[in-house]
Nanobody, 122 residues
Framework: QVQLVESGGGLVQAGGSLRLSCAAS????????MGWYRQAPGKQRELVAI???????NYTDSVKGRVTISRDNAKNTVYLQMNSLKPEDTAVYYC????????????????WGQGTQVTVSS
C-alpha cells in the first residue's frame, strides 16, 4: 500500500518560515510528480507547488518568491520551504504524489497525505 506521510506543520508568526516534508513509501515503481496543495476553511483545495520528475517546478502566483519546492528522488520525498509567511497562508497542507505502482497497469495514480495544519498568526 502506497502511503504519504507529511510532517513540519505548525504555528508561526507572520514573516516566519516553515518547512514541510512528505515521504512516499510502498510499492512504488516511479513518481511522475509530487506536489503540495492547501485548503483553507470554507475554500476549495488549491495547488501550491508541484515538482515534476524532469525537474521542472510550478507555483501558484500567491506564493511565488516565498516558497520553494524540492524533491529527493532517492528518498521519494518532497519538501516545501515556506518563507515570509502570511496569515492568508493558513490552511491544511496536503502532499500529493502522481505515480506508478510496481506491477500496476496504471501509470498515473494519485495519492494524498493526511494533511498537516499550517497556522500563521498576525
Amino acid at each position: 500500500q502506497v502511503q504519504l506521510v507529511e510532517s513540519g506543520g505548525g504555528l508561526v508568526q507572520a514573516g516566519g518560515s516553515l518547512r514541510l516534508s512528505c515521504a512516499a513509501s510502498g510499492p512504488i515503481f516511479s513518481i511522475n510528480a509530487m506536489g503540495w496543495y492547501r485548503q483553507a476553511p470554507g475554500k476549495q483545495r488549491e495547488l501550491v507547488a508541484i515538482a515534476m520528475s524532469g525537474g521542472s517546478t510550478n507555483y501558484t502566483d500567491s506564493v511565488k518568491g516565498r516558497v520553494t519546492i524540492s524533491r529527493d528522488n532517492a528518498k521519494n520525498t518532497v519538501y516545501l520551504q515556506m518563507n515570509s509567511l502570511k496569515p492568508e497562508d493558513t490552511a491544511v497542507y496536503y502532499c500529493n504524489a502522481n505515480l506508478r505502482r510496481r506491477g500496476s497497469f496504471y501509470y498515473n495514480e494519485n495519492y494524498w497525505g493526511q494533511g498537516t495544519q499550517v497556522t500563521v498568526s498576525s
